[in-house]
């Protein structure tokens, strides 16, 4: 398994940016696909971002699209999810997780971050 660490999340008015990063420790973590997913109260939770281990690779929910971009710096071992044009409804606990394969399914991620909340504001 690999180990998550998350930081980055806060409170920031509608239209503005915020960072997520997702610091990744243990064996292959260098190998795995990188995802984010979110969950609002009452909702399940949802897939937001995924990055390859190359870095070549990305993949995004819909309702992101444009807006939020997914990276990894391999040298550091972290992740990135950069956070543009930010709406109330992106309002969630975001987690970070680690899968061996590229998936957009929370079941195919087999190690987790502890969450950070965003708050976007109207």
């Known amino acids: 398994q690999v180990a998550l660490v998350e930081s980055g999340g806060g ?3 509608a239209g503005g940016s915020l960072r997520l990063s ?3 420790s243990g064996r292959a973590s ?3 696909t990188m995802g984010w997913f979110r969950q609002a109260p009452g909702q399940e939770r949802e897939f937001v971002a ?3 281990w190359s870095g070549r690779n990305t993949y995004y929910a ?3 699209k444009g807006r939020f971009t997914s990276s990894r ?3 550091k071992g972290t992740a990135y999810l950069q956070m543009n044009s930010l709406k109330p ?3 969630a606990v975001y987690y970070c997780a680690a899968s ?3 998936a957009r399914s929370s079941h195919d991620y087999d190690s987790w971050g502890q969450g950070t909340q965003v708050t976007v504001s109207s």
Request: proline share 8%; with cysteine; glycine share 0%.
């Open 30 to 32: 260098s190998t795995y």
């Open 22 to 24: 997702c610091a990744a």
């Open 100 to 102: 061996p394969k590229p």
């Open 11 to 13: 409170l920031v008015q």
């Open 89 to 91: 409804e992106d309002t």
């Open 73 to 75: 710096d391999i040298a």
């Open 62 to 64: 819909d309702s992101v």
């Open 50 to 52: 995924a990055v390859t």
